[in-house]
């Protein structure tokens, strides 16, 4: 039985760097970002690359049977049983296609929704700041002021749905993220360990 967590925040709530800690240090769990796989599939460009590009660049939101495809041939083809998923759902469509999908998938259990949360201002200073880190050339398409305020947008419109969703599934767990990186790494390990017994 694939045991599934998805990880949901805003963009900088740094949900990413957190799942990615957690997988690193166990052998038995596994993390994927739909932004990184979105944008290997850029990478490679492929032609399906070439249309997502289209959609991230602009920070508007990839097509449903995309990031579905996508999403569930991850947890199918995952080596270990134990799944992190960040950046999933964003839009109330999302979540119910999966909870459609997953009604029909006997060996996939949505153990739980991580949501890390920041506030606006803090995801701002984080996104604001990666992108003068960058070094020239590696800044990424979505690391500016207008498109933070879309990606932004885009998350908090339908997050009270899905919060309520999940909520009435006792699926949700919410965690600060505005702390430093090891202890929201710390507790989001801790419950995600729980679940291994």
């Known amino acids: 039985m694939k045991k599934l967590f998805l990880i949901i925040g805003a963009p900088g709530s740094g949900?990413?760097?957190?799942?990615?800690i957690i997988a690193e240090?166990?052998?038995g769990i596994v993390?994927?970002?739909?932004?990184?796989?979105?944008?290997e599939e850029v990478a490679s460009g492929s032609e399906l690359g070439l249309t997502i590009e289209d959609f991230i660049s602009k920070g508007a939101l990839v097509p449903l049977n995309i990031i579905m495809d996508?999403?569930?041939?991850?947890?199918?083809n995952s080596p270990v049983d134990t799944i992190l998923i960040?950046?999933?759902p964003r839009s109330v469509e999302q979540m119910n296609a999966l909870d459609e999908v997953l009604k029909d998938e006997s060996d996939i259990e949505l153990v739980s929704v991580i949501e890390v949360r920041v506030s606006q201002d803090v995801a701002k200073e984080r996104i604001l700041g990666r992108a003068a880190d960058a070094k020239?050339?590696?800044?990424?398409?979505?690391?500016?002021?207008?498109?933070?305020?879309?990606?932004?947008?885009i998350y908090t419109d339908p997050l009270n749905d899905i919060q309520?969703?999940?909520?009435?599934?006792?699926?949700?767990e919410v965690i600060s993220g505005e702390r430093i990186l090891e202890e929201v790494v710390a507790d989001m390990e801790a419950f995600v360990l729980s679940f291994e017994k």
Do not use: C, P
Not at 33 to 38: E, N, Q, R, V
């Open 15 to 20: 949900k990413t760097t957190d799942a990615s």
């Open 25 to 27: 240090k166990h052998d």
């Open 31 to 39: 993390h994927y970002s739909t932004g990184d796989m979105l944008r």
């Open 70 to 76: 996508t999403i569930i041939s991850a947890i199918k």
């Open 86 to 88: 960040d950046g999933y």
């Open 136 to 153: 020239e050339g590696e800044e990424r398409s979505d690391d500016s002021i207008e498109v933070f305020y879309s990606r932004m947008k």
């Open 164 to 172: 309520a969703f999940y909520k009435n599934k006792n699926l949700l």
